[in-house]
């Protein structure tokens, strides 16, 4: 290239767009993205909640809204199953899990962030191949453990598995490892030990990641269908998502009383989601699941 | 207070030495600046000092007691971070109070150390922010009072005013200076800038591929750089480094086409490569021949107070600080004198500085003037 075209305007040559007209019209294509997404998300959660309401005759009407309202599908629901008891359970077994997956999580995470050890590495991706295991691997095993133990219906069955999961330490191995060195060594000078280091200093600034993998958690939790359907004998030391599926018999489907329960199961999860919107937004924006 | 002394002390990982064996000896309330390029295992050696990293072979003693095996935070030092290092979730306050926390001091007398520190540190204003609401230099400002507070024997500072801006870092230089003076404590301070490094230092320990190359006061380093490598990184404008060989009766050549010019002798045997080395603001530019090297100007760097010239030399780049002129230069022959007393010689296999015998050299250069000219 000649020095004569390297001092040609260019830049004239092509028609110049403003930066404001184009990313306005960016931002509108997004907008209408988003809203068709959300509708497209929202909608089987809308049709739930208008199913519940509908009478047992109108159950099948196809309007967007339902023409008559009752709330007898509610009535049947908390009639036909211990659906306080069982939301009970649902929580105990999702909270419980939560915390143990969280604590026996950010445990490991840290020594294998902090230390080197033999084959620490080859514990790790150990740790990491348990994750790409299915539970219907495990389940048999699992089951006939909890068996022997005489534990078989009862919620304290259900958490035992989950006490400790890969997700939780590989997640917070990787947060902990791009957590600057230099704090870590700054409290180490300052006289903190690694269990100071790892309570006072790691986790505070690491709970937008607790956060969002606690919440990831809950809500696998609190969906949870199949290892409580293999251990529960009663309605009693049972979960909500066992007690939907009562309505779902060989002799036909009970749409009504299911969609209330339903929405009575989803109600807990939604009410946590409203109360700590903001926080669940940051967090997960903050520790990059999306 | 106390005393440093490392004694023979290397470093390896996985087998692949970064320190070869340093020796060191830092008096009582000694302002040392350990100072080199990237990678010659200046930072490595400060947090083997700090007991960040684990020592190979050797020994380091602080106060007379070898710390070896102890605990960094029972070394009795503090250490100040390049990129601050304070904790994010803490306040300005619980940031410098923290040390004292963990060593159990009283609530009462840990908020008036504090309170003492901030004050030092222009800090009492910004005592309940958090760090992410502070500048650059406030946040440096509170790592330094998070090392004050603990009244180390020594402060560690790992280039800590490398994340600043020009002008802070000149302050914060002054401010570092002024801080050694008020608490008089060893300290031992890290740096790749040589300003940094001549300005700070009561001693000054130049580090090149994990080894010392020389230690000694500023100017001694300056005026009589050790190695050929201490001479190019100390200065700048850096000095002047020209190959060179000794000729007959020691005299000394340049290697260049057709040798222009003998400038002094050694005692080197005739044929030894050696380097020629002068400070920029030594040589002497004139732009009326007859006297000196000729030269062309390639380029004239404005600095505002004086002026940088980049000459050509017989195929060698030469620069050359002028006081500030409108004069312009830039493709003009000129004619550089090298005054014999200020020519520095290294062997050019080592690198080790040789002593010249300046005076005759003199004579040998009008000499070879005449014979060039």
Known sequence: MTTEALRAPRIATRPLRRISEKSGLDTAAGHVLMVLLSIFCLFPVYWMLASSLRPANAMFETSLVPTSMSLDNYTQAIDAIPIARMLINTLVFSVLSTVFQLLTGIIAAFAFARWKFRFDKLVYTAIALTWLVPFQVVMIPNYLLIAQMGLLDSVAALILPNLAAALAILLLAQAMRGFPREVIEAARMDGARNWRILWEVLVPNLRGTIASLAILIFISSWNEYFWPLLLSRTAENSVIQIGIQMFMTAEGNQWGPLMAASTLASLPVLLIYIVLQRQVVQSFMKSGIR | ?373
């Open chain 2, 1 to 373: 207070m106390a005393d440093l002394k490392i004694s023979n002390v290397k470093k390896a990982y996985d087998g692949k030495p970064v320190l070869h064996g340093v020796d060191l000896s830092i008096p009582d309330s000694h302002f040392a600046v350990i100072v080199g390029p990237s990678g010659c295992g200046k930072s490595t050696l400060l947090r083997m000092i700090a007991g960040l990293e684990d020592i190979t072979s050797g020994e380091i003693a602080i106060g007379g007691v070898v710390m070896n095996d102890i605990e960094p935070s029972d070394r009795g030092c503090a250490m100040v971070f390049q990129n601050y290092a304070l904790y994010p979730h803490m306040s300005v306050r619980q940031n410098i109070a923290y040390p004292l926390r963990l060593a159990g001091v009283p609530v009462a007398e840990r908020n008036v150390r504090v309170e003492q520190a901030a004050k030092i540190l222009n800090l009492t204003d910004y005592l309940d922010r958090r760090p992410a609401q502070l500048s650059g230099g406030q946040r440096q400002r509170v790592a330094m009072g998070r090392a004050i507070v603990r009244e180390p024997d020594v402060f560690l500072f790992d280039e800590p005013l490398s994340n600043l801006d020009a002008l802070l870092r000149v302050q914060m230089r002054i401010e570092i200076k002024k801080l050694h003076k008020r608490l008089n404590a060893t300290s031992i301070f890290v740096t790749h800038d040589q300003v940094e490094a001549m300005t700070l230092a009561d001693t000054l320990i130049v580090m090149n591929g994990g080894r010392v190359e020389q230690i000694g006061s500023p100017t001694e380093i300056y005026r009589e750089p050790a190695s050929a490598f201490v001479a190019g990184f100390m200065g700048a404008p850096a000095m002047n480094l020209l190959p060179a060989t000794v000729g007959a009766d020691g005299q000394i050549l340049l290697d260049a086409p057709g040798n222009p010019q003998g400038l002094a002798r050694c005692a080197l045997p005739e044929g030894s490569p050696v380097t020629l080395g002068i400070r920029p603001e030594n040589v002497v530019l004139a732009e009326t021949s007859g006297a000196g090297l000729p030269a062309t100007v390639d380029l004239v760097e404005e600095l505002g107070g004086s002026r940088v010239a980049y000459c050509n030399v017989a195929g060698h780049e030469m620069s050359v600080v002028l006081p500030a002129s409108d004069d312009p230069l830039e493709g003009k022959p000129v004619w550089l004198t090298l005054p014999n007393q200020d020519l520095h010689l290294f062997d050019r296999i080592s690198g080790r500085r040789l002593e010249a015998d300046m005076t005759t050299g003199d004579k040998l250069a009008k000499r070879e003037v005449e014979t060039v000219a």
